[in-house]
């Protein structure tokens, strides 16, 4: 029963351990998921060595709120310097308030980045109330010196830009209650009577003034946390298990208890038997003289003598003979085992 238990008790903490392992590679393959999340890929060079795209934030957007454009350019520097590549754009009648660019060289391909924050508080963005305003951003522009015969030649490649929309952020309550409390200044246009003043007043949560956003948790200190888990799992599992399988292994099966081996005499006795059962008599010889020899061993010097005459005659030994001198030693034991008994 106890080894029952044991063994249901060691399959539990192995069940355990694995159960520990596989949370402990789960939560590393979370953390470095967040830790690694894949970044927009960058376009596939072209047959001339150069290839852009072009991508906003956002294709609708409320009035008020930025927008952000992002152009990739790929040059393959085996054939374009990258140095002399130019971008020209034209967001109208959005307003850049913010421009970055970036470089990122990989292998024999380089990487040009180049993002805008752009804004419209103008009249000209104003949208309807009863429907969005659509816009369409001019082509952007990619100059640079194709290699030709004795010097350069100026290209470019145009990149075509995603259309984006504007609605409306006011509700029709609010421009009621602008327009009761000054009917005065209404203006005739896309907010159906509400001027760009009062507009303006009424924009809400814009999103160019939010503060910056605020976590319980610091995402980093969350993923630090995550992979450090992640490792005191696994560790503690690996642990377990290896202490488990070392020390807790099932234990072997007891061994056989050993056999009662006769007295040398009774072995000399059933050697006896077994040659006069074969008829071998060189058998029947040998098994004579180790019993006459045991014989005088334990002290019984007559029957000792009787046997050691027979394994010796010049004639084969007489098989009643033989089997009267076993029989006389075998109830010669037998009184003698009796006598200790009693």
């Known amino acids: 029963m106890k080894r029952a238990l044991n063994k249901v008790k060691w399959h539990w903490q192995a069940v355990a351990g694995v159960l520990a392992l596989v949370a402990g590679v789960t939560l590393a393959v979370l953390a470095a998921g967040e830790a ?10 072209t047959s001339s060595g150069l290839a852009a795209t072009a991508s906003l934030s956002r294709r609708v957007l409320l009035f008020g709120d930025p927008l952000t454009a992002r152009f990739d350019i790929v040059v393959d520097r085996r054939r374009l310097n990258p140095d002399l590549v130019r971008l020209e754009t034209s967001f109208v009648p ?5 421009e970055g660019r970036s470089r990122r060289d990989n292998g024999s391909l380089t990487e040009l ?5 752009l804004d419209c508080n103008e009249a000209a963005c104003l949208p309807s109330m009863a429907r969005k305003r659509q816009f369409v951003l001019s082509p952007a522009r990619v100059l640079y010196r194709e290699p030709a015969r004795g010097g350069s030649l100026p290209a470019e490649v145009a990149i075509q830009m995603p259309s ?19 009917p005065l200044r209404v203006l005739d246009g896309p907010t159906i009577g509400l001027g760009i003043e009062d507009a303006t007043l009424l924009i809400r949560d ?10 319980r948790v610091s995402p980093y200190l969350l993923v630090a946390l995550l992979f450090a888990l992640a490792a005191l799992l696994t560790v503690g599992a690996a642990i377990v298990l290896l202490s488990r399988l070392r020390s807790e292994r099932p234990p072997p099966p007891p061994p056989p208890e050993p056999e009662i081996a006769g007295s040398p005499l009774e072995h000399a006795l059933g050697q006896l038997e077994l040659a006069l059962a074969d008829g071998q008599v060189g058998e029947q010889r040998k098994a004579l003289e180790l019993l006459g020899r045991e014989l005088r061993h334990s002290g019984n010097d007559t029957l000792a003598r009787d046997a050691r005459q027979l394994a010796w005659a010049a004639d084969a030994p007489v098989r009643s003979e033989a089997s ?8 010669s034991m037998n009184g003698s085992q009796g006598g200790q008994r009693s």
């Open 164 to 182: 984006v929309e504007i609605a409306s952020r006011l509700s029709a309550t609010e421009v009621r209650m602008i327009q009761r409390r000054n």
């Open 94 to 98: 959005f307003t850049p308030v913010a």
């Open 206 to 215: 814009s999103s160019s003034e939010l503060p910056p956003a605020t976590y």
């Open 113 to 117: 980045r180049y993002i805008f924050t």
């Open 324 to 331: 009267a001198l076993a029989e006389t030693v075998r109830a």
């Open 36 to 45: 690694t999340r894949p970044q927009a890929e960058p376009p596939m060079v």
